[in-house]
Structure formats: structure tokens, C-alpha cells
């Protein structure tokens, strides 16, 4: 028997402070309800389950993304259709005019179609979103067009065209532009295409201020008061005019919306939305020429605005799609963050009674192996 060393103390001390230390981290993970609550408890489990919850706070926000998007189209959508309510009323008030039976009394239908159409203008300017204009073209994905490069024929700043763009699907070429000799008010455009196919585009056009647009092509074009149109033997404004679109043209920049969590530049987790502008029109219904050239930008006018709902109406599905996808994106991004670092309650609470009961088993045998050297004193004794 010995005194100095007691073997069967050591080791239930040894056992007493495995199980003690068990017992802790049981009643942390019980506390918190994490499983991993320290690197060491799973290192390589604790940095996948932090990359899951980086994901899940940036889909959150990408939820909120899109739901402030769905806000954001919802006003352009609002301030589109008040403007084709307005168009109406203005094509009501043109008809009026363009009609003889009218009498003297032009003028005060002008006098209203042209505060409507100003209305048409204030509507552009103000509907917004944080800042952001909507209606006004500047959130639209266009190239330009170089009216001063060598060549071209073209000018827009005379007076018989207001104004000339280019959107997003027009090509780095030269687009001619001419009346149809066999077809009275119809203007032509053609051009060579990137696989060096020649391609053509039709519209309808009267003499005066109107919106020509050749969706096809992607040019629209605005004409002055000055515009002639020809009729296919008399010299048109547009005859032997060139429009040169270069590929190094300044491009506009659309609203980008973020539905991932990357961020990707390549656009894998963005959507970007083109607004093409929405632009009051010039023209007056003074005269009965006037009033029927009116009614024609009328009709020009509501096609934009037109494709204009239809531009918002398949963003806004898209947008509504997207943000399914990140919900449940989201949601299966939480749960396999949960796998990794949430605690199984229910096994974490068995393995604390089993530590438990095991810590003072230690402690009781602790004291009895404590107790097994008092034998010696009745040697000593004897």
C-alpha cells in the first residue's frame, strides 16, 4: 500500500475533469442552441457555415432588392398609364380639330391639348424613384449617334428634323434613309447588319412634327414642323440622307437591380432594366393640316408609351420571378447553415445528463479512492 502516489485518485480526477469539461460545453451549446460556439469545436464546419450566413445576409438584402424594384416599376408603371389617359383626351381634342365643322373655335381646343401636353412633360420630369427618373430616358441602355462624323449627310439641327436616337439594338453601320417611290408617306431605312446581311425597316410618315420609329432597326427619329414628306417623285426631307452609327458611341446606363448574392459583374445575379424616354409632343392644332398631323403623333406617341408598359410589364415579371428564386434560394442557404452550426437540442440535452451523471460519479469515486489510504494508519497504528 502506498501513500505518495494514489493511483485510482489521479484517475478519477483525470475522468472528474473530462467529464466536467463535457459537461460545459453541453450547457454552452444548451445556452446558445450552436453547435460550434469556437473555432475549435468544428474549424472546418465554423468557416462553411460563416460563407452560408455571408450568402443568406446578402440574399436578404437582394430581397429586399427586389421588392423595392417591384415599388420602383410600379411608379413608372402609374406615371405611364396617366400619360396614355392624357393622350385620350388629346387625341379626342385633334379629331375635333380635324374636322371643318369645327368652325373658328381652334384655338381653344389648342389651348387645352397644349396644357395637357405640358402636363405630358411634368409627368416625365417628376415621376421618379429615390432620385431616379423613369420616364425621361436616362435609365435607357442606348448607344448614340455621331452626327458629325465624316460622311454624314444627316443633320438634325435644321429645320426639319427635331431630333435622332439610337437604341440598344441598332448596329455600327450607315443607315439610308428615303421615301418609297411607289408608296405615298412610307420613309425607308436601310442598312447592312453585323453578319453583312442587308436589312430594311418601314415607317408611315406625314408632312410635320411627328415620332418615326423604326423598332426594327432601332433608330427613332423626330421630325420638325418644317418636315416634307414627298411623294415618292418630289425630293422628301429624308431623301439621300445617311445616319452613321459608330461602335465606340457613348451607350447610356440602365437601372441595375441585384437578385444574388455575388454580385457578379458578368450579370449572373443582376437585371438590368432599359427605360426608354417618354418625350412630350410639338405640334398645335391651330390649323386643319396642323391638327391632322397632330393626330398622327398622337397615335406615334401612345405606341411608345405602349411599348413602354410592355417593357415594364415583362421587367416586373421577371423581377417577381427572380424574386421566388431568391426566397428560395435563401431559405435552403439557412438550412444548410443550420446543418452545420445550430444544435440538435434534443442530443445535446442527453449528452449533458449523461456528463452530468457522469461528473458526479467522478467526484463520489474521487472520494472513495481518497478514502482507500486510511487503511494504512491502522498499520501504522498496530
Known amino acids: 500500500m502506498k501513500i505518495q502516489t494514489n493511483t485510482a485518485a489521479n484517475a478519477a480526477l483525470g475522468n472528474m475533469r473530462v467529464n466536467s469539461q463535457a459537461t460545459e460545453r453541453s450547457i454552452q451549446r444548451l445556452s446558445s442552441g450552436f453547435r460550434i460556439n469556437r473555432a475549435a469545436d468544428d474549424a472546418a464546419g465554423l468557416a462553411i457555415a460563416n460563407k452560408l450566413r455571408n ?189 452613321v452609327v459608330e461602335s465606340n458611341v457613348s451607350s447610356g446606363t440602365p437601372l441595375s437591380i441585384l437578385v444574388g448574392a455575388t454580385g457578379d459583374p458578368s450579370g449572373a445575379d443582376k437585371i438590368d432594366v432599359s427605360l426608354d424616354q417618354i418625350a412630350k409632343l410639338s405640334g398645335d392644332l391651330t390649323s386643319l393640316a396642323n391638327a391632322q398631323t397632330a393626330m398622327a403623333s398622337v397615335d406615334t406617341l401612345l405606341d411608345t408609351v405602349n411599348d413602354f408598359i410592355g417593357t415594364l410589364g415583362s421587367i416586373q415579371s421577371r423581377v417577381d420571378f427572380a424574386n421566388q428564386n431568391v426566397a428560395v434560394t435563401l431559405q435552403n442557404t439557412q438550412a444548410a447553415e443550420s446543418t452545420i452550426r445550430d444544435a440538435d437540442m434534443a442530443y445535446e440535452m442527453t449528452q449533458f445528463t449523461k456528463n452530468n451523471i457522469l461528473s458526479q460519479a467522478a467526484q463520489s469515486m474521487l472520494s472513495q479512492a481518497n478514502q482507500s489510504t486510511q487503511g494504512i494508519l491502522q498499520l501504522l497504528r498496530g
Not at 396614355?84 to 379626342?92: P, T
Not at 431605312?189 to 442587308?198: I, P
Not at 414642323?225 to 429624308?238: E, H, K, R, Y
Request: glycine letters at 10%.
Open 55 to 243: 450568402d443568406g445576409k446578402a440574399l436578404q438584402q437582394a430581397q429586399r432588392n427586389g421588392a423595392q424594384a417591384s415599388a420602383m416599376l410600379q411608379i413608372a408603371d402609374g406615371g405611364v398609364q396617366t400619360i396614355a389617359s392624357v393622350l385620350d383626351r388629346m387625341k379626342e381634342l385633334a379629331s375635333a380639330a380635324a374636322s371643318d365643322n369645327i368652325g373658328n373655335q381652334r384655338d381653344k381646343l389648342d389651348t387645352e391639348f397644349q396644357a395637357l401636353n405640358d402636363e405630358i412633360q411634368r409627368i416625365v420630369d417628376t415621376t421618379q424613384y429615390q432620385g431616379t427618373k423613369l420616364l425621361d430616358g436616362s435609365g435607357a441602355a442606348s448607344v448614340g449617334v455621331d452626327l458629325t462624323t465624316a460622311g454624314n449627310t444627316f443633320d438634325d439641327n435644321g429645320s426639319e428634323v427635331a431630333k435622332v436616337t439610337v437604341s440598344g439594338k441598332a448596329y455600327a453601320a450607315t443607315y439610308s434613309i428615303a421615301s418609297d417611290a411607289d408608296a405615298n408617306g412610307v420613309v425607308t431605312v436601310s442598312w447592312t447588319d453585323a453578319n453583312g446581311d442587308a436589312q430594311t425597316d418601314k415607317a408611315l410618315a406625314v408632312d410635320g412634327a411627328q415620332k418615326l420609329e423604326f423598332k426594327k432597326a432601332g433608330i427613332t427619329i423626330e421630325t420638325a414642323l418644317g418636315f416634307v414628306i414627298g411623294d415618292g417623285t418630289d425630293p422628301a426631307s429624308f431623301d439621300g440622307k445617311d445616319i
